[in-house]
Each structure stands twice: as structure tokens, then as C-alpha cells.
């Protein structure tokens, strides 16, 4: 009966939900940045194109060869900070996060980091020794040998098989034919390179029939190139009495090889080119050399014989010489004739100016001083003590000298001399006492 009942009704209507576009990208967008905010992906990089703001784009497709393709985005921040320069068709592993280009509902990976796929722990590896042998000083600038400015024979050690070879040889030709070339072979990738590249570099310091030695290889990976980072192969390179030109793999490729020798070349191509100066240009600085010898020599010659043509006209006629010195003699005499009388005459001048000087100012200066003489006199005579005698006050004394000025000086019976102004008195007190 329930059955029946429930058959007979009609159930409500669920509430449908209707997504907005942008509501849904953004949904999405969340779930991606909650599910795949930081994680790790390798694959193949296709279509990588660097704008001019320096931000990255690309894809990547699966290593494999399975289907798919993610887009890819690595802003300039994070593009600066490579030490490689990826391209289409590199493995990478790409470090990111995994969002939604809401304009467009496209799904894209923001790269944050990357790394050459496979090479990581071999990366690593190189820094560590990089590091090691930086710290034993093996890569100082102040060790590093100076390069012959003109060498007459060269060294190359790499493998005779490969293209390096060929464009040392096509530089050289080219450059500077007159050089001689000397081949040191080599393996140069491969479990025995390194050892075989200490021996050619042992072989060629033994032999010291070069100037200088070219340590070359094309391009490659990391790999590739590993044997030009191996540990003997530096040290080698460090103990060479020859300087040595490395130009290894292609401008971005730096090995370890690179650091230690003397000169680092981008490519074996312009490892020739620094080892060897162009001979047209030698001989271009040789003929500019050669035209401004002759020039200045030209220019002193004729110096020079203006010079001689001097002297000689002043010894062809020394008469001339014994004239103009002549006159010039006759000159100063006479100048001398009219300046002496001249300096007699104002010395004589200030003789009498002097004299009169002289009887002017001697009558003044003797009345001066008899003014002088008589108030000197009369200052002398008001200080005369026989003027205040003759006042009526008389001098008292002990009778030894010393002036008896006071009344307490004075006891009676006490013999006291007294000094007049006609004459000397003894005297003895009679009676003494203070006045009022």
C-alpha cells in the first residue's frame, strides 16, 4: 500500500546547478592550485620562443612519445636564472605549478625552475669538483701564462675524426698559412678520453717543439663533455710548461678544462683565431710601421739639412759674426759712457740734498735738547730735599742714617740727629706723646 502510495505521488524536482563560465574556470582554477601547487614534470620542450620581455613559451610533450601537450609559461624572473639555454627538442624537468589561463580556458604550467632531464645529479657532480679544484687555486687569473704574440708552430690535441680538427686547420689556413701545425690525437669522449688527453698533453710538453698548444672539441651535452671535466685532465693542464688555448663544444658549454688553461675560446673556430693573429693584418701593421719609419725619417733628414745649411752660411761669411759683435760692443760702450756721468751727477745731487738736510736739522735738534736739559734741571731741583729744608722742616735721623718718622720712634732720653738746612743739631727728647 505504501508502494502504491509512493508510486502515486511525484517526487520534487532537485535544484539544478548552473555554472557561469568564469565561476566554473575559476573553480577549476582553485581545485589545480589546491591539487598541484607545487610539483615536478619531464618532457620535451617544442615551440620555445623568448618574447622581448624576456618571459619564455613553450610546450612540452611527454618524453615517451605518448600523447599529450602542456603549455608552458616561464616568466623573466625565473628565465634569468638558467644556466643553460634551453631549445626545442632539449629534455628538461620543469618545477612549477599547474593553473588555468582563465582568458582562453586553456590549461598551462608556470614554470618556477628547470634543469637539463638526466643531468641533474651529474650537474651537481661538476659543482663539487668546480668547487674542490676553485679552492686548490687551479683556476687563478694571476697563474694563468701568457700567449707567444707571434708563434711559428701549433699544437692540437683533439681526435682526428672529428670536425674540430677541420675548423682549426680552415682558421689557421685562412689566418696565418705560414704556421705550422702539429696533431696530438686524442680520444675526447668516452671512458678513456681523459687519459688519453694527460697523455697528448705530456707528449707535447716532452717534446716542446710548439709554441703553444689548442685543446679542442665540438659541441655536445653534458655528457659529451664530461671527459674535459675529469680531475687528472685539469691538473694536467695546470702543470703544462705550455700555454694552452681551450676551446671546447659551442659559447654556452663551460667545462672545467675551460677554467684551467690559460684561455678560453667559445669554439675551436676562434680558438685558432686567439692563437694565431691574421697574417694580413701582421702584414697591413707592418707596412704602416714601414711608412711612418720612412716619413719620419724624411722629416729628420731634412731637419738636418737645414741645420748643416745654417751653420754652414754662418761659417762662410765670419766677418758678418765679428761685425755684429763688433757693433754690439760699440753699443754697450756707449751706453756705459752716457750712464756713468748720469750716476754721478744724481749722486751728487743727493749729497747736497743731504748736507742741506743736514745744517737744517742740526740748530733744531741742539735747542731740543737744551729745553729738554733745563726741564730735567727744574724737575731736579723741586725734588731737592734742601728746598723743603729751607721751608723750615728739619730731617731726623737714629744717627746711623735711618728716618725717625713717628712719635713711637721717639722715647724720652733718646739721642736723635737732626738735619737743618745750615747746619747738624744732637738732640735729645725730652718729652714725647701722640698728637690729637
Known amino acids: 500500500m505504501e508502494g502504491r502510495l509512493n508510486e502515486g505521488r511525484m517526487a520534487p524536482a532537485a535544484p539544478r546547478l548552473v555554472w557561469g563560465v568564469a565561476a566554473l574556470l575559476n573553480a577549476v582554477s582553485d581545485s589545480l592550485a589546491a591539487r598541484f601547487s607545487v610539483c615536478v614534470v619531464a618532457g620535451e620542450i617544442s615551440g620555445f620562443t623568448r618574447a ?28 634569468s636564472m638558467l644556466d643553460f639555454s634551453p631549445g626545442d627538442g632539449a629534455l628538461v624537468e620543469l618545477r612549477g605549478r599547474l593553473t588555468l589561463y582563465e582568458p582562453r580556458g586553456e590549461l598551462q604550467f608556470v ?17 663539487r669538483l668546480k668547487a674542490k679544484l676553485e679552492a686548490l687555486g687551479y683556476f687563478d687569473a694571476a697563474d694563468k701564462r701568457a700567449l707567444p704574440a707571434f708563434p711559428r708552430r701549433l699544437g692540437v690535441i683533439t681526435s682526428t675524426a672529428g670536425a674540430a680538427l677541420h675548423d682549426v686547420l680552415t682558421a689557421l689556413a685562412r689566418r696565418a698559412p705560414h704556421i705550422e701545425v702539429i696533431v696530438y690525437p686524442s680520444l675526447v669522449q668516452g671512458e678513456q678520453a681523459p687519459a688519453q688527453l694527460v697523455q697528448a698533453l705530456r707528449v707535447a710538453n716532452e ?23 675529469d680531475e687528472r685532465l ?38 685558432a683565431e686567439l692563437a694565431a693573429p691574421s697574417r694580413q693584418a701582421s702584414l697591413d701593421a707592418l ?13 729628420r733628414l731634412d731637419a738636418c739639412a737645414q741645420r748643416l745649411d745654417r751653420v754652414g752660411l754662418r761659417l762662410a761669411r765670419p766677418s758678418e759674426l765679428l761685425s755684429r759683435q763688433r757693433r754690439q760692443v760699440e753699443l754697450l760702450a756707449q751706453r756705459w759712457a752716457q750712464v756713468l756721468p748720469r750716476s754721478q751727477a744724481l749722486r751728487a745731487q743727493r749729497l747736497d740734498s743731504l748736507t742741506q738736510r743736514l745744517r ?16 730735567l734741571q727744574a724737575r731736579l731741583a723741586a725734588l731737592d730735599p734742601k728746598q723743603v729744608l729751607a721751608r723750615g722742616y728739619a730731617w731726623l735721623d737714629d744717627g746711623e742714617g735711618r728716618a725717625l718718622s713717628s712719635v713711637a720712634q721717639l722715647p724720652p732720653g733718646r739721642q736723635v740727629h737732626a738735619v737743618l738746612v745750615d747746619g747738624e743739631a744732637q738732640l735729645q727728647v725730652v718729652n714725647s706723646g701722640a698728637g690729637a
Open 111 to 127: 614554470v618556477e625552475g628547470m634543469r637539463r632531464a638526466g643531468a641533474g645529479a651529474l650537474y651537481e657532480q661538476f659543482l
Open 234 to 271: 685539469v691538473r694536467a693542464l695546470v702543470e703544462s710548461a705550455l700555454p694552452v688555448i681551450c676551446g671546447v663544444g659551442h659559447e654556452t658549454d663551460v667545462t672545467l678544462a675551460d677554467l684551467a688553461a690559460d684561455l678560453r675560446a667559445p669554439t675551436p673556430t676562434a680558438a
Open 207 to 229: 717534446r716542446a717543439e710548439v709554441d703553444a698548444l689548442l685543446l679542442v672539441r665540438g659541441g655536445g651535452s653534458l655528457e659529451d663533455l664530461w671527459a674535459f671535466n
Open 360 to 375: 737744517r736739522a742740526a740748530p733744531l735738534s741742539l735747542h731740543e735738547q737744551a729745553q729738554h736739559l733745563q726741564g
Open 287 to 299: 707596412d704602416a710601421l714601414q711608412t711612418a719609419l720612412r716619413r719620419r725619417l724624411e722629416q
Open 52 to 79: 622581448s620581455s624576456g618571459h619564455c613559451y613553450f610546450s612540452l610533450k611527454d618524453a615517451e612519445g605518448q600523447v599529450g601537450l602542456l603549455r608552458c609559461a616561464m616568466f623573466k624572473r625565473a628565465a
